[in-house]
């Protein structure tokens, strides 16, 4: 079964920087999607990006464009998200999530499609 495990999220300043990892493990296809998700308290968990294992697309909500970069180390198999220019707006819990079998990443799968879940990672950006 495929394994995911989040870490890196802490207390940033706003404008500052973080980078979170998803340590994977487990997986029985070729290839597969790892996206980033997050939720901020009372709102709805939301897709932040995703990469896809095949050729490394990648997509970007637009509120992270330009801000955060998505990539991978294969040989690592870790998927890192580096947030630049942090807002406090981008406080929440981040989680990574796989779905195994998909390489297209735009559009990207939405949410309900994915089939494993990190634990979450808390991200907070103080102002």
């Known amino acids: 079964e495929v394994q995911l495990v989040e870490s890196g999220g802490g207390l940033v300043q706003a404008g500052g920087s973080l980078r979170l990892s998803c340590a994977a493990s487990?997986?029985?296809?070729?290839?597969?999607?790892i996206g980033w998700f997050r939720q901020a308290p009372g709102k709805e968990r939301e897709r932040v990006s995703c990469?896809?294992?095949?050729?490394?697309?990648?997509y970007y909500t637009d509120s992270v464009k330009g801000r955060f970069t998505i990539s991978s180390d294969n040989a690592k198999n870790t998927v890192y998200l580096q947030m630049n220019s942090l807002k406090t707006e981008d406080t929440a819990v981040y989680y990574c999530?796989?779905?195994?079998?998909?390489?297209?990443?735009?559009?990207?799968?939405?949410?309900?499609?994915?089939?494993?879940w990190g634990q979450g990672t808390h991200v907070t950006v103080s102002s």
């Open positions: 487990g997986f029985t296809a070729d290839t597969y999607i």
């Open positions: 990469i896809s294992s095949s050729d490394g697309s990648t």
């Open positions: 999530a796989a779905k195994e079998g998909v390489v297209v990443v735009n559009p990207p799968p939405p949410r309900y499609e994915y089939d494993y």
